[in-house]
Structures are given as C-alpha cells and as structure tokens.
C-alpha cells in the first residue's frame, strides 16, 4: 500500500515560486508513473504534470507549461514540482498521485493513490 504525503504549499505573491514536494512510502517508488493535479474551489480536479519512472520525460498541462516544472529521486521516494511566475489562478489544492499503469495518465481516475493535498495560495 503506497502512501504519500506533499508538503511545500503556502501563501506566495504573484510571480513569486514555490516548491512541491511528495514523499512516498510503502511500496517500490520507481514502479510508479507520478501525476501533480490541482482542485480549486467550485472546479473539477484537473491535471496538471506526469513524470515517467526513470524521469527522463514529464508532461504539462498548458495552463503551466514553462512556469512548472517536475522531477523526481527515486533514491528518496520523492516527486518535486516547482512552480515559477505563480498566478492567481493556480491557486488551488495539488495532489500528486501515482499508479503503475493507465491508458490516459491525464485523467485522476487512472491513478490509484493520492496524497492527502497541500493548499496553494496566489494573491495578486
């Protein structure tokens, strides 16, 4: 049973960056394709980055394409996502989420575990 825990939220001002962190236990973390979404109030969850195993290759929704970035350790059990020229907009509740397979890693429901969230805040 992998369980995972993010952390790394906060208040941050417009065009400032924060880092996301997801730390894994419980099973191989190397096994798992990662995947960062969002929920933000009244809205749908929604993707937002993958990683593969080795994290050689990501995925980015286009809302977050050049500002986000995402990397892992497999050594560490951990998964990162950095957030650069943070909007208001991506104020939102980030989840990482991980499973071993999928037919559409843009979708939640293909992934099989989740962290419980971390609360991002984005003043304008």
């Known amino acids: 049973q992998e369980q995972m825990v993010e952390s790394g939220g906060g208040l941050v001002q417009a065009g400032g960056s924060l880092r996301l962190s997801c730390a894994a236990s419980g099973g191989t973390f190397s096994r798992f394709f990662m995947g960062w979404f969002r929920q933000a109030p009244g809205k749908e969850r929604e993707f937002v980055a993958a990683?593969?195993?080795?994290?050689?290759?990501?995925w980015y929704a286009d809302s977050v394409k050049g500002r986000f970035t995402s990397s892992r350790d497999n050594a560490k059990n951990t998964v990162y996502l950095q957030m650069n020229s943070l909007k208001p907009e991506d104020t939102a509740v980030y989840y990482c989420?991980?499973?071993?397979?999928?037919?559409?890693?843009?979708?939640?429901?293909?992934?099989?575990?989740w962290g419980q969230g971390t609360q991002v805040t984005v003043s304008s």
């Open positions: 990683i593969n195993w080795s994290g050689d290759t990501t």
């Open positions: 989420a991980a499973t071993t397979t999928f037919s559409n890693f843009y979708r939640d429901y293909e992934y099989r575990y």
